[in-house]
């Protein structure tokens, strides 16, 4: 990738502040960033990134409306987020292996499969019967789709995704590798000293534009759906357990669990291993910070934190009176020595 200042800030819709004749190559952080590179600052209001900003190399900086120039060359845009996603999608399109449509020698396909067009199914790909592959789909490698399962049109797979049978893909969705769909809900009961399986006989359903991280498991429902609704991204080593509804446009860190048949609201967000309880209900818009266990539900808007979770403020004043133990114990001790 190659181009000036100004071409950048035309794709961008920014305003170049300083020299637009200087060419771009590529994109690094503040305090990476070589000459030939774009940077951007989310927000310049902060002490930290202002002196960063200041001895930045790069030369071209993505930032928001007002900041001064002191002599730098910024593409002023109202998101500097989403300008520079823009340019690391030119960059990561350059850096894409150019992979044609087409089926490799290597890759088994049922006869009843269907196949749309412009598809690519890379090597050592296996596709049961009734399987549906949508228009533009791509399985890079190793990838297995089940019996009756249906992949949506322009939706990507990375190596060694499986999706069992009667799964559900929708369009634009990303797959990354080892991404495990429709395995069997955990359903175990007791009886004659040993435990039973419970059958899973239901199925998942993944809706359009969602992205889901390396290593994450999604369960199929023991009657009925799984359901990760539109727009929602998984990080990696998500778990999500049978019947549970995801989003949509929710964001789950890495490592966070979903027990069965809970609800998870539109836009919900949550940090890395959060755990959920099983059959809750948590409300749209809802926020819970890293390592927080939830045991119920959670009224919309909710921001929560700790084990169990509870509003995240009531968690700091415990964390801050927990501190000030010793501190406290020492002077409930001298109390006792004046009382002799």
Known sequence: MKMTIDQLAALVNGRVIGNGSG?????????????????FVRDAKNAAVLKELAATAAGAVIVPEGVPAN???????KSPVAAFA??????????EIRRPAGVHASTVIAPSAKIGKGVLIGPFCVIEEDAVIGDNAK???QVYVGPRSKIGPETLLYPQVTLREDVNIGARCVLHAGVVIGGDGYGFYFA??????????GTVVVEDDVEIGAGSAIDRATTGRTVIKKGTKLDNLVHIAHNVEVGPHALLAAQVGIAGSTKIGKGVAMGG????????NVGDGVQIGAQSGVKGDVEAGAVLFGSP?????????????IRRLPELFKFMKSLQGKKE
């Not at 060419?23 to 940077?39: F, P, R, W």
């Not at 004659?192 to 006989?201: E, S, T």
């Open 192 to 201: 004659d000293g040993r435990h039973n399986k419970i059958p899973q006989v």
């Open 309 to 321: 979770a509870q509003p995240i403020q009531e968690t700091l004043r415990q964390i801050f009176l």
């Open 23 to 39: 060419v771009i190559e590529g994109a690094a952080g503040l305090a990476e960033a070589k000459g030939s590179d774009a940077s």
């Open 86 to 95: 823009a340019l690391l999608k030119l960059i990561a399109v350059e850096k």
């Open 71 to 77: 002599g730098k060359t910024y593409i002023e845009v």
């Open 139 to 141: 399985l890079i490698a």
């Open 273 to 280: 291993q959060v755990g959920v309880a099983d059959h809750a």
